[in-house]
């Protein structure tokens, strides 16, 4: 069974930065879609980037398109999510998740099978 491991969350300032990661110990993350998604009110998970197994090609949403980029280390098994000028609307539990699979990645919870814990990213000055 697949198991996700987040870290990287955090308290930072307005305009500041963090890097999330993702990894997956025992398993070979380059074989898996990796999406990275926010719990807003309610059940809900928004996607916000995904980084495809089949060439890493990646895709982002609107709201964090140039400021938010996901990318993969396969050296370390692990997948980034680097999240730059921050703002207090950015303020989530963030969620990796992946699922098998060669097609393109996706930003919609239901592609997806296994999740992590999530982690905390609280905006505030």
């Known amino acids: 069974q697949l198991r996700l491991v987040e870290s990287g969350g955090g308290l930072v300032q307005p305009g500041g930065s963090l890097r999330l990661s993702c990894a997956a110990p025992?398993?070979?993350?380059?074989?898996?879609?990796i999406g990275w998604f926010r719990q807003v009110p309610g059940p809900a998970r928004v996607g916000v980037a995904c980084?495809?197994?089949?060439?890493?090609?990646?895709n982002y949403a609107d709201s964090v398109k140039d400021r938010f980029t996901i990318s993969r280390d396969s050296a370390k098994n692990t997948v980034y999510l680097q999240l730059n000028s921050l703002t207090s609307d950015d303020t989530f539990a963030y969620y990796c998740?992946?699922?098998?699979?060669?097609?393109?990645?996706?930003?919609?919870?239901?592609?997806?099978?296994?999740w992590g814990q999530g982690t905390q990213v609280t905006v505030s000055s």
């Open positions: 025992g398993f070979n993350l380059d074989l898996y879609n």
């Open positions: 998740a992946a699922t098998k699979t060669q097609r393109p990645c996706g930003l919609r919870p239901w592609e997806y099978d296994y």
């Open positions: 980084i495809g197994s089949s060439g890493g090609a990646t």
